[in-house]
């Protein structure tokens, strides 16, 4: 069998990566097929006020909520959320800090440093205080959650990639390649680029954890996508009234971020050791 | 080292300012229409932008911004009806006072557990310690704070529920409740202020701690396994005399050099935490503002922090030359 095989037996024997790995499955799983999972579907939009705050029984497996609707349909629909707001928000903050960090880092010189002291001021603030003036500024919607999250999480990636792309730089094989002729371009395509993807990876698994923390808050805020939509953080905000009574309409949604943002987490822990080259041959020296 | 960021602290604060500035500005919101609602006619919207200085070019309108926050004018928050720059003042110890006694809590919890987590490397305790960290980092902070409460305030009524003192609390001297009582010498007091900080302090410091007992954890092991470990081991010296004497003394440089990083998180998980437990800081200044859609108090917030944490890692930066001279340079 392929080469793929035991790489995937390598990455199996780490046992809390794998428990990431798994989480992350259910995620996606319950995400896909929320409109099938669920058993009720139509909960996510509507109310049955006579069934409200029931605790968890054999037809509502965690409870029901304030307006009578089923939580474990609406965990999983918003589950949609999660990914969604987790991978355009990391996603797109990759896309813009990663090539600025690049060339920031590949060219040096004054833009390269006014760069990074632009992006010394976005770290300058934790990411949600910056990112509650942004989406307070726009109006609570998901859309300008996931803008505000982008905005604020870009200058991060510039300043790893940057720090990667000098280390890298002075290399023999970067030397070598300039010395046959490559042009810039393909240099910091070709080989800076895959040289620290590996950093870029780690820290994209364990940033998808903490941008769900921040887009939790931001929802629990009220800052997130108006009701009835089932994000997370304001299902929290929502049963804060409702405690110590409907101790289950709190606990529901507040362990399905716990168990994402574990995953995320693991499995970044875990990568960091399975592409690491030096751990690896450490771990075979023993 | 010191001198470049004392001499970048400035800009530092200036481009924040700048930053909030343009995102408040360029956003396409428009603040006046915002502010007088949608019935306000076109005429009333004019007049209110002439008012409030809109009409201006942006560099006029940064120019002036400037002036407002160096003279410490920020506005009027609609939600207290006082300048923003009073509230935020007022409110400022005791958001201090939490974040103190939380990262306190955080190094006393962490660094013991991280040492001897290092020292036991793979026992069960080591093994659990470490499940514990990663646990404790996936945690929504406002969801721990309600679960804290929930079973300490609501089921077993050990601790209060919100607040920061019972009855009127000591006379304001530093606006540090735990301080202030002792200055004021009342000991019912100090005990209702601690009953009072000790949920959102360490719903505040087991995050800050898991970071810790990381960081300390990955510190102690470099330690251990260096060379000049080993030459004290091989001259005979007792294993709890090196780890007194060099491994807590490394550890606790790493520690201190994280200390900027782990306010911020503490700083985040304020925000939120303060609002659970109607701490009267900050945090719950800028929630009660979003509510009150108040947009002059969030800015100002804003830059409250930014400048907050600015001076924080300036802080870091000169304790930590004076413990670990070697970066100094």
Known sequence: ?286 | MIVSRLVWFVPTLAGLVVIVFLISNVIPTDPVRVLLGENATPQQVEAMRVKLGYDKPLTTQLLRHFQDVLSGNLGVSIYSQRPIWEDLSQRLPATLELTLVAITLAIALGIPLGVMSALKRNSLWDQAVRVLSVAGLAMAAFWLAMLLQFLFSMKLGTAPLNGRIDGFGPTAVTGFMIIDSLIDGDMEALRSAFSHIALPALTLALPAAATIVRFTRAGVLDVINSNFVLYQRAMGMPPGLIVWKYVLRNALISTVTQIGLIFGVLVTNAVVVETVFDWPGIGTYAVQSILQSDHKAIIAFTIWIGALIVVVNLLVDIVHSFIDPRGAR
Request: net charge positive; aromatic share 10%; glycine share 10%.
């Open chain 1, 1 to 286: 069998m392929g080469g793929w095989r035991r790489e995937l037996d390598r990455f199996t024997r780490d046992r809390a990566a794998t428990l990431g790995l798994i989480l992350l499955l259910l995620l996606v799983v319950a995400a896909v097929f929320a409109p099938i999972l669920s058993p009720f579907p139509g909960d996510v939009a509507t109310f049955h006020t006579a069934n409200r705050l029931r605790p968890p029984d054999a037809v509502n497996w965690l409870g029901t909520d304030r307006m009578g609707s089923d939580l474990l349909s609406r965990i999983l629909f918003g589950a949609r959320i999660t990914i969604t707001i987790a991978f355009v928000a990391v996603g797109s903050a990759v896309v813009i800090g990663v090539p600025i960090g690049l060339v920031a880092g590949y060219y040096g010189g004054w833009p390269s440093n006014l760069l990074m002291r632009v992006s010394d001021i976005f770290l300058a603030v934790p990411q949600i205080v910056l990112a509650i003036a942004i989406a307070q500024t726009l109006g609570p919607s998901i859309e300008n959650v996931i803008l505000a999250l982008s905005i604020t999480y870009w200058p991060f990636w510039a300043r790893l990639v940057f720090a990667e792309t000098r280390s890298v730089k002075n290399e023999i094989f970067i030397e070598s390649a300039i010395a046959l002729g490559a042009s810039p371009l393909r240099v910091m395509t070709m080989h800076v680029l895959p040289n620290i993807a590996s950093s870029i990876i780690v820290r994209t698994s364990i940033g998808m954890g903490a941008t769900i923390l921040t887009a939790a808050a931001l929802g629990f805020l009220g800052l997130g996508a108006p009701p009835p939509t089932p994000e997370w953080g304001r299902m929290i905000a929502e049963s804060r009234e409702f405690l110590p009574e409907a101790w289950w309409y709190a606990t529901a949604p507040g362990i399905a971020i716990f168990m994402v943002v574990m995953g995320f987490n693991l499995l970044g822990d875990g990568l960091r050791d399975f592409l690491d080259p030096r751990i690896r041959r450490g771990a075979r020296g023993k």
